[in-house]
């Protein structure tokens, strides 16, 4: 839900385009991006990117836009027998499942998800790129058993802006694959489900752990 908020929305193709041309590999990736953020070191996220200067402490409150989410390029190639429709269906389950964890995470941590801007709120803009379903259940009548030792993987594109002026403050790059399992199991939406949310429980805890330094609720 973007009630509220007044910052353009950006496909998630347009933005991986804008941040991750330059990332093809390390040597690559940009110590200034375009937009001015320079990059800090973080043992949390693979990549990151701070406006300098940028002070977070004011911030008590979090605006959370649609996460928007895109397949791995060809990804459809490997899996024919899905269709459009399942392909949107999963897109919309996993933003649906990206605000329900951040919500309640964020909330848990003390920091209240609001939909209208105010000087105290943080306003993220989330991107879920490149997801890579291994074995998807499109649940129709004659589809055969999956079987995998890890249900995927995705990357996060997180930025966040100060919700009055919407000025950008800082960008994240993470990219994570589902717990591997060992044997082989039985996949099916709801074990899909339950990965993805793992993974999303994993990143909103990094952002709730962060916010909390930086208001002083825990140590650096």
């Given at each position: ?9 950006i496909?998630?193709a ?47 409150h ?14 459809r ?5 899905v269709r ?37 709120v ?5 991107a ?8 998807p259940?499109?649940?129709s ?28 403050l ?12 060992g ?5 099916t ?7 993805a ?9 990094i ?5 909390e ?8």
């Open positions: 839900m973007i009630a509220g908020f007044g910052l353009r929305r496909s998630a347009a933005l991986v385009a804008a941040l991750c041309a330059a990332c093809a590999t390390e040597s690559r990736v940009p110590d200034v991006t375009h937009d001015g953020l320079e990059r800090v070191a973080s043992s949390r996220v693979a990549l990151a990117w701070v406006k300098p200067d940028a002070d977070f402490s004011p911030y008590t979090v605006g959370l836009l649609d996460c928007e989410v895109a397949f791995r390029r060809n990804w190639m490997n899996h024919p027998d459009t429709r399942d392909m949107e269906r999963i897109k919309a389950d996993l933003a649906n499942e990206f605000r329900s964890v951040f919500t309640e995470e964020l909330e848990n941590g003390g920091f209240p998800v609001v939909d209208a801007p105010d000087e105290h943080l306003l993220i803009r989330p879920i790129i490149d997801l890579d379903i291994a074995a259940d499109t649940m009548a004659g589809r055969s058993d999956s079987f995998t030792t890890s249900p995927g993987k995705m990357t996060l594109v997180i930025e966040f802006y100060d919700s009055v002026s919407n000025e950008i800082a960008r994240a790059i993470d990219r994570r694959t589902a717990r591997n399992v044997n082989l199991r039985w996949t939406r709801g074990t899909n489900r339950d990965a949310r793992r993974i999303l429980r994993q990143w909103a805890n952002l709730v752990a962060k916010l330094e930086v208001q002083g609720k825990r140590g650096g």
